[in-house]
């Protein structure tokens, strides 16, 4: 009776959460919503700047400590949405709406999985719940800025849309921004130091450029030009020509390597890191959240998008309700069945991690 009364409630919460606006920096009425919810539950919690978070009943300072984490910001709906995206309708067991997927059903699945353990003693591990803002744009007041109030995170669990199978590493994300200089002259006369001509030179370079060390669940370190801009009219040879360089780091390597690398090998005048914060994450094979869930029949994998994981200095899991792929997409949803299993498969998993 429990489990339905969650999955009852935490459907309700779902809805309520995306009839309120919360773009990212404007999510103080749904922190409310959250809010409300430990309220209601007689939970203990509290409110840093659009972050609420709460501890288990039983807290001991001696166990380890795990964090339950996802966020309830979320992107501004996109051009292409056919329905209005803070309605929250259900229809053929779809619940449509803005953040519902992202991340709306982990978010709620995880409350009420930190509900359900909440009374519980003797658990091994300390369960600490943060409902966490400025996600979508990687924000300094979101977990970047609750985590020193926290207490110590020894391993976490980050609620984003997996089809509820084990996302056991993370990329990382560096941007770098980079320069090809030449000699700036009128296009009527001969210039063979041409900014825009020996950048084809550098595209190639970066086309072609592999890291050596390969990671067995994310693969190779992705490294992407993804904006060039020069010139101002068309008489005239620029002098620069300006580079987006967008890498996607694997486990193999710090962002600290990556930064290192490029500035040493790529064939550009100027290059730099826009920041380093953002680095790849990772849990061991043998954890016991990740033994646990292989146990309940979840898959492993790594994920190339990034969360909040990258904002952790402690093994972390990405696991969650939903589907990556319907994320920031129009007419955004998740399946009611879905937030009822995740519930139960979060459930499931910690009653075999917490009680071992």
Excluded at 219 to 242: C, D, E, F, L, W
Excluded at 272 to 280: G, I, W
Aim: glycine share 6%; hydrophobic share 35%; net charge negative.
């Amino acid at each position: 009776m429990q489990m339905k009364k969650l999955q009852k409630e935490a459907l309700q919460l779902l809805q309520n959460l995306i009839r309120t606006q919360s773009f990212s920096g404007e999510e103080d009425k749904t922190a409310d919503l959250l809010e409300r919810w430990f309220t209601t539950h007689n939970i203990p919690h509290q409110r840093s700047l659009n972050n609420v978070w709460a501890t288990s009943k039983y807290f001991d300072d001696t166990k380890p400590n795990l964090l339950l984490n996802s966020h309830h910001d979320t992107v501004k709906p996109n051009s292409a949405y056919t329905r209005d995206p803070f309605e929250a309708k259900i229809e053929n067991g779809k619940l449509y709406g803005l953040g519902s997927n992202d991340a709306g059903g982990c978010l709620v699945s995880l409350l009420a999985a930190f509900t359900y353990f909440y009374a519980e003693e003797d658990l091994k591990y300390n369960l600490i719940f943060a409902g966490t803002a400025e996600e979508e744009i990687n924000g300094k007041n979101g977990i970047a800025a609750l985590l020193p109030k926290l207490p110590r995170i020894d391993v976490a669990i980050v609620g984003e849309p997996t089809l509820m199978n084990l996302a056991v590493a993370e990329k990382g994300l560096i941007v770098f921004d980079a320069v090809v200089k030449g000699t700036p002259s009128h296009a009527a006369h001969p210039n063979t130091d041409n900014s825009i001509y020996k950048t084809a030179r550098v595209l190639n370079w970066f086309e072609n450029f592999k890291l050596e060390k390969v990671s067995e669940s994310l693969g190779i370190v992705k490294v992407t030009v993804t904006q060039i801009k020069a010139g101002s009219q068309h008489n005239v040879v620029p002098a620069r020509t300006h580079l987006v360089i967008d890498v996607r780091v694997n486990d193999k390597y710090s962002n600290a390597e990556i930064e290192q690398i490029l500035k040493e090998k790529a064939p550009v005048d100027e290059i730099s890191a826009r920041s380093l914060r953002l680095n790849s994450s990772s849990i061991p094979i043998d954890h016991d959240l990740v033994k646990a869930g292989i146990e309940t029949g979840m898959a492993t994998y790594g994920s190339p998008t990034l969360s909040d994981q990258a904002m952790l200095s402690c093994p972390s899991l990405k696991l969650g309700p939903g589907d990556s792929t319907r994320s920031h997409s129009a007419d955004e949803f998740i399946y009611v069945k879905e937030i009822e299993e995740g519930i139960e498969k979060y459930i499931e998993l910690l009653e075999k991690a917490l009680r071992k």
